[in-house]
């Protein structure tokens, strides 16, 4: 089972470092973890992925794994640490958000979700059970139970009841997962998930609904689905009141680097997003100066590094100009350089807040690191 | 100057051992060049292609890099070693077989080609003196000579009358390497082209012409494009005999790995092909028992490696069943994982091949080994 030890906790803020130890490693939070869908982290292997992004922990997606390979593969190959060959951890979204936003046709029932596949149209039915079945077959160290992640806007009625489906489904999820097993000799964790949309009176039935059924973590879903940032570090706020102190908090879904620093001042340790990896193979890069568009024109005959600070296989070899010219050229290369420095970003920069949050600086440096690196090329630049 | 150190020779065959001794170190022959047409071979990193391929040497483009990124930018860099963070040898094909190929217009006149770029229809005029200042600002170690490389099928007079082209080029190519020094400190070596299409009096005339010029190295060219396997392999035995044994011997686009065994035998220290790059990533995969088709369904849940007897990092972490599902999932990771195999495959074949000439089990062990690799999955497939 997973033990978290909270190390330190901020004097000036909510954010926290812990180490969460599953079967499969210690985490080191406040983290990011790199989202690997399918089975992979696109375009890197899972040598770089381990040793030069040096991730701790990635996420794959039920939904997707479920419809290809599909469980019986999962299972043969002894799964999904086997399958990709990471020995690392690994946490599995439920499939509940891609239902809702992958599929053409869904039908929300009390005991579950019917939905087409975005791939071929067969039909199928999710339900807390089966989420847990898919998940045991996954094998991974954090399973997410199946919710219902509202969009935003979102009237309050129909919030109200989809957080009530929501808290009944937690019921049914932790039911399932005590009644089943690992499959594949070492614990597995299930996260509860907090939805409630905007509303804090949602927000905080929720979270007393879910904590009550004593999960082995937490999460916060439902934000960074369009509402102002905001609202969001508020909703954030508001519900790490009635989170425990010694179990994790995972905000779903965000984000951009200042978006994970404001939500590690309001108590968040775990962050998943596909902003770092899908904004690479778009050729936009973070750097501590800002992003860059690497396409650019200007870059055509800079020779520098793309961010002077940064000790990543990327920048530690190559130069802007030859990255721009990848891009240009449309080489797969380039994909691969470009996401190898993004996720390096992201996890230094998780990497740098836990320093920060033990030496007492860190709400004084997370001011200072966001004037940085929310400058946006995009806005000002000169193509 | 390039070295050419000839190590042994074939008693049953006229296979050869070299070492050739270039600015960037050794190249131990018989070896296969990746070809990285754009200064990046498709899909791995340049520390996978030096430390788990083991590439000696890589083949990069001149009419490709001419255009893009350009030369401005290239002679910023410092050249293609440092432009793409390099540091063993490079040869550079010298864009007449793509300016043939890719270009829709092109003109041939008695000093030089005119051509329309494939990129933007911008029109060029590549000369032998153009091609040999190009190649002077990319810094390659072996610099290839503008040539005519004819089709297949190829009328006897065309064939004669572009033999004498190219021959004629030939001279004009030697003079302006010789009037011009290298931009970044090391020595360039410059091979000439044997042309002369399928007609043995042709190619022993272009044999002559060259030799008689005197250059670094001497590649074959015009072959490999469409003409039968026997008469290839024909006209590679009939021309080697004409190549002095001091210099190097280059087979220009070639092959499949029996194709590379075959021209061994026959006098060959140097090859390239785009085809285990290519077919990489078109998910065909070559082992020792013959190629694989991995979107094949049977290999679904077959978790062995793709090549039992394989030790590239793709075979040492990932089995069948996983690249199966990043092909069909369209994963950028199939395409590394994919190509790191097939070069490796490449390389270790030649590496063999090299050891094989050695210890006099040459011929012996290709005609073994070209029985077992030459198997095509793709003419009993299930699917």
């Given at each position: 089972?997973?033990?978290?030890?909270?190390?330190?906790?901020?004097?000036?803020?909510?954010?926290?470092?812990?180490?969460?130890?599953?079967?499969?490693?210690?985490?080191?939070?406040?983290?990011?973890?790199?989202?690997?869908?399918?089975?992979?982290?696109?375009?890197v292997?899972?040598?770089?992925?381990?040793?030069?992004?040096?991730?701790?922990?990635?996420?794959?997606?039920?939904?997707?794994?479920?419809?290809?390979?599909?469980?019986?593969?999962?299972?043969?190959?002894?799964?999904?640490?086997?399958?990709?060959?990471?020995?690392?951890?690994?946490?599995?979204?439920?499939?509940?958000?891609?239902?809702?936003?992958?599929?053409?046709?869904?039908?929300?029932?009390?005991?579950?979700?019917?939905?087409?596949?975005?791939?071929?149209?067969?039909?199928?039915?999710?339900?807390?059970?089966?989420?847990?079945?898919?998940e045991?077959?996954?094998?991974?160290?954090?399973?997410?139970?199946?919710?219902?992640?509202?969009?935003?806007?979102?009237?309050?009625?129909?919030?109200?009841?989809?957080?009530?489906?929501?808290?009944?489904?937690?019921?049914?999820?932790?039911?399932a997962?005590?009644?089943?097993?690992?499959?594949?000799?070492?614990?597995?964790?299930?996260?509860?998930?907090?939805?409630?949309?905007?509303?804090?009176?949602?927000?905080?039935?929720s979270?007393?609904?879910?904590?009550?059924?004593?999960?082995?973590?937490y999460?916060i879903?439902?934000?960074?689905?369009?509402?102002?940032?905001?609202q969001?570090?508020?909703?954030?706020?508001?519900?790490?009141?009635?989170?425990?102190?010694?179990?994790?908090?995972?905000?779903?879904?965000?984000?951009?680097?200042?978006?994970?620093?404001?939500?590690?001042?309001?108590?968040?340790?775990?962050?998943?997003c596909?902003?770092?990896?899908?904004?690479?193979?778009?050729?936009?890069?973070?750097?501590?100066?800002?992003?860059?568009?690497?396409?650019?024109?200007?870059?055509?005959?800079?020779?520098n590094?793309?961010?002077?600070?940064?000790?990543?296989?990327?920048?530690?070899?190559?130069?802007?100009?030859?990255?721009?010219?990848?891009?240009?050229?449309?080489?797969?290369?380039?994909?691969?350089?470009?996401?190898?420095?993004?996720?390096y970003?992201y996890?230094?920069?998780v990497?740098?807040?836990?320093?920060?949050?033990?030496?007492?600086?860190?709400?004084?440096?997370?001011?200072e690191?966001?004037?940085?690196?929310?400058?946006?090329?995009?806005?000002?630049?000169?193509?």
């Amino acid at each position: 089972m997973l033990e978290t030890e909270l190390i330190a906790t901020d004097k000036k803020s909510k954010a926290r470092v812990c180490n969460l130890k599953t079967a499969h490693g210690v985490i080191e939070t406040p983290i990011f973890m790199p989202v690997g869908t399918l089975g992979t982290v696109k375009a890197v292997n899972q040598n770089i992925l381990e040793h030069e992004i040096k991730a701790q922990i990635v996420l794959s997606n039920t939904y997707h794994l479920y419809l290809r390979p599909g469980m019986e593969v999962m299972e043969q190959a002894g799964g999904l640490h086997k399958f990709m060959n990471w020995e690392k951890p690994i946490l599995t979204d439920s499939g509940g958000y891609q239902v809702f936003s992958l599929s053409e046709f869904r039908k929300i029932k009390p005991d579950g979700v019917e939905f087409r596949s975005h791939l071929d149209g067969s039909m199928h039915f999710f339900t807390p059970e089966k989420v847990i079945e898919i998940e045991r077959s996954i094998g991974s160290d954090i399973m997410m139970v199946l919710d219902e992640c509202t969009p935003y806007p979102c009237e309050y009625d129909y919030a109200k009841k989809s957080q009530k489906l929501t808290s009944d489904w937690a019921v049914l999820n932790k039911k399932a997962f005590e009644k089943t097993k690992p499959l594949y000799g070492f614990d597995q964790n299930l996260f509860g998930i907090i939805q409630g949309s905007v509303y804090k009176d949602l927000r905080e039935r929720s979270a007393k609904d879910i904590v009550n059924l004593d999960f082995n973590g937490y999460a916060i879903g439902g934000l960074a689905v369009g509402e102002p940032m905001e609202q969001m570090y508020e909703m954030v706020s508001f519900t790490t009141d009635f989170m425990p102190e010694n179990k994790p908090r995972y905000l779903m879904g965000v984000g951009r680097p200042e978006n994970i620093l404001e939500a590690i001042e309001r108590g968040i340790d775990m962050f998943d997003c596909v902003m770092p990896t899908r904004n690479a193979r778009n050729a936009y890069l973070f750097t501590s100066n800002g992003t860059l568009s690497m396409r650019n024109n200007s870059y055509k005959n800079d020779f520098n590094k793309i961010d002077e600070k940064c000790e990543c296989y990327t920048c530690s070899n190559y130069s802007r100009a030859y990255l721009r010219h990848l891009f240009i050229a449309k080489e797969i290369l380039a994909l691969e350089l470009a996401t190898i420095h993004n996720l390096y970003f992201y996890l230094e920069l998780v990497k740098t807040a836990r320093e920060k949050i033990l030496n007492g600086e860190f709400v004084t440096w997370k001011k200072e690191i966001i004037n940085k690196i929310s400058i946006n090329e995009l806005n000002n630049s000169e193509e």
